[in-house]
């Protein structure tokens, strides 16, 4: 009886796991496709207890850079949390813009060897992680920590000239 309640256990565990694996493969699906647009696209890895995250949002930060960007597309992915964190981005401007996209990831823990370390096949080590993409192809990687908006903005105008391309 032992037995057959361990392995009952273990075969929860591993399908827990599966519908996990489903989850992240289902939302990088989905972000591929936004990111392969003709546009910029910005992919933006935070989470609410994130204090340079909280930064970034304060004194309209972001909600005045994507006003200010209507043609450059926002992706917003909460990561290392269990919740997308809505009420504050709304709070703080963020969330009603049409150019603008919140996703929670599937994978909640902070626990090292637990949480999300990947996605789209790049790393993710830091909140924020600031990611700029044309055509689908990672144009730049801002991997630790709060941004200044005038080098976000350099970087998304780097990332529409030919030369780059």
């Known amino acids: 009886m032992k037995r057959l309640i361990l392995l009952l256990a273990l ?7 599966r519908a996990g694996d ?11 496709a936004l990111v392969a647009g003709p546009q910029v696209t910005v992919l933006h890895f935070w989470a609410p ?5 909280k930064a970034e949002l304060a004194k309209s930060g972001w909600s005045t850079f994507i006003d200010t960007n209507a043609e450059t597309k926002f ?21 009603s813009q ?10 909640p823990s902070r626990k090292s060897g637990e949480k999300m370390t990947t996605f789209l096949g790049q790393p993710v080590s830091w909140l924020p992680t600031t990611w700029i993409f044309m055509d689908g192809k990672l144009r730049y990687a ?7 908006f005038p080098i976000l903005q ?7 000239d ?3 391309h």
């Open 142 to 148: 801002l991997n630790y920590g709060e941004l200044h």
């Open 49 to 53: 207890w994130c204090s340079n995250c």
């Open 98 to 107: 049409e150019n603008f996209r919140l996703f929670l990831h599937p994978n």
């Open 22 to 32: 489903d989850a992240v493969r289902a939302l990088e699906n989905e972000v591929a």
């Open 75 to 95: 992706v917003f992915i909460t990561a290392w949390h269990n919740e997308d964190g809505r009420a504050l981005l709304a709070q703080n401007g963020v969330g």
């Open 154 to 160: 350099q970087l998304i105008r780097d990332a529409e």
């Open 162 to 164: 030919k030369w780059v």
């Open 11 to 17: 075969l929860a565990a591993v399908m827990n796991l």
